[in-house]
């Protein structure tokens, strides 16, 4: 949504009726899956002038944006500060397409430092490529907060979530093992498996441990670093 080219009113009445349609498809499809509405909004220095918070997820306080590609423009931190004002919390969406925060890693921390979330998409971790290599960084220090799928259609843009987390879990693994090699030289790396606990007093088997496959790729790189 562009506030410059449509108004807020005229875009929620566009939106609600397309829910409409798109709810009585879903009742007999998708009975067990809720869905909530939201909006993913332009930034621009407009934008604050307006009652964002209709544009929220439903339910939440929480806006998706989006920023030009091309560019970083003086006045994001602003702006985004003008929308938190309402009491509302901006979430950066896709942050890999913005070549200037992937190269400019510190204005992205300036941003999550002032409270904004990082959102990724979860096809972009599984192209393998140098932009996969970028993103990965951002979550080892803490930058990203959000996985999301930015799915358009099921054909040309899939949804591919559980892929990505699981990429993430095996790729957290593995620096792990690599941390360890760096500190630790030759040390002993044992894997706990996780259970679902059943049985148990206090279900701690649930907060430690890691998924077989994780294990198997932690374990892997362990032994190639001499662990």
């Known amino acids: 949504y562009d506030c410059e080219k ?15 349609t798109f709810s009585v498809i879903a009742a007999e499809k ?5 869905f909530k509405l939201g909006a993913e909004v ?16 439903k339910g939440t306080s929480f806006l998706l944006t989006e920023l030009m590609t091309t560019q970083y423009p003086l006045w994001v931190k602003d702006v985004l500060y003008q929308i938190q004002l309402q009491g509302i919390t901006p979430i950066l969406a896709h942050v890999e397409r913005y ?10 921390y300036d941003l ?4 904004v979330l990082v959102q990724i998409n979860a096809n972009s971790l599984l192209q393998n490529d140098e932009r996969t290599k970028q993103i990965l960084r951002l979550i080892k220090w803490n930058l990203v907060h959000v996985v999301a799928t930015d799915t358009h259609s099921p054909d040309k843009r899939a949804p591919r979530l559980y892929e990505a987390m699981r990429w993430i879990e095996r790729q957290a693994g593995t620096q792990k093992a690599e941390k360890i090699a760096r500190a630790a030289p ?19 088997s649930r907060k430690f ?15 190639e670093l001499g662990l």
């Open 209 to 223: 441990g890691c998924e077989p496959a994780m294990a198997v790729d932690v374990l892997l790189r362990a032994h």
């Open 42 to 57: 332009y930034l621009n220095r407009t934008l604050p002038n307006f009652d964002l918070c209709p544009l929220c997820i």
């Open 112 to 115: 999550v430092n002032r409270g």
């Open 6 to 20: 449509m108004k807020p009113a005229d875009f929620l009445r566009l939106r609600d009726a397309s829910y409409r």
């Open 186 to 204: 030759g040390a002993r790396v044992v894997c706990r498996i996780l259970t679902d606990g059943a049985g148990a007093e206090w279900p701690l």
């Open 99 to 108: 070549p200037h925060l992937l190269q400019s890693p510190q204005d992205l």
């Open 30 to 34: 998708y009975a067990d899956i809720k």
